[in-house]
T-cell receptor
């Protein structure tokens, strides 16, 4: 069965500091991995994806994520956090077998302090 | 703008009632997904359709049903509503398997 774990309910970081939001996954077959961001009263917005190829993926708004197959992880990173990055972040996984449903983690709330 | 349209934005109804939520996917997307987001449950996958056919099923209650029509829009029907069904219901659409989901802004359902 597919599953996604985001071990931190909340991450606090000072503006200008690097940030990491953690994600681990379990899936049958090859994983397609995604990060999304949600602002209050809005739908989720796509940030970046890993399908195949380079383990470091770059996405929107300066975010990047590192795929680690041996650790089944896909952590979201940004070198320098902005106050405007404060939001709810979701990691998601889709397997290439068994119906292709996309499963989301519980979400991590990021607070960036000025 | 994701290109995914959900109606209505807000819905207030009483326990025991039945409601229908509507979703128009992004142009060209054949897959439609429904998710429920509540404060204590995160984002729960309900069901997925691909080109009119049910593709995958998640934790969808028997009181809930969905369908995707030939024009690719989808409806989620919720019946015998309970207080615990109060939540945000999101629709998303996608293209091929390696493409991301594009979400609508959701329907906020309040059951009183």
């Amino acid at each position: 069965a597919q599953s996604v774990a985001q071990p931190e309910d909340q991450v606090n970081v000072a503006e200008g500091n690097p940030l990491t939001v953690k994600c681990t996954y379990s899936v049958s077959g090859n994983p397609y991995l995604f990060w999304y961001v949600q602002y209050p009263n809005r739908g989720l917005q796509f940030l970046l994806k890993y399908i195949t190829g380079d383990n470091l993926v770059k996405g929107s708004y300066g975010f990047e994520a590192e795929f680690n197959k041996s650790q089944t992880s896909f952590h979201l990173k940004k070198p320098s956090a902005l106050v405007s990055d404060s939001a709810l972040y979701f990691c998601a996984v889709r397997g290439d077998t068994g119906g292709f449903k996309t499963i989301f983690g519980a979400g991590t709330r990021l607070f960036v302090k000025a | 703008d994701s290109g995914v349209t959900q109606t209505p934005k807000h819905l207030i109804t009483a326990t025991g009632q039945r409601v229908t939520l509507r979703c128009s996917p992004r142009s060209g997307d054949l897959s439609v997904y429904w998710y429920q987001q509540s404060l204590d449950q995160g984002l729960q996958f309900l069901i997925q359709y691909y080109n009119g056919e049910e593709r995958a099923k998640g934790n969808i209650l028997e009181r809930f049903s969905a369908q995707q029509f030939p024009d690719l829009h989808s409806e989620l029907n919720l019946s015998s509503l309970e207080l615990g069904d109060s939540a945000l219901y999101f629709c998303a659409s996608s293209g091929p398997i390696n493409s991301p989901l594009h979400f609508g802004n959701g329907t906020r359902l309040t059951v009183t």
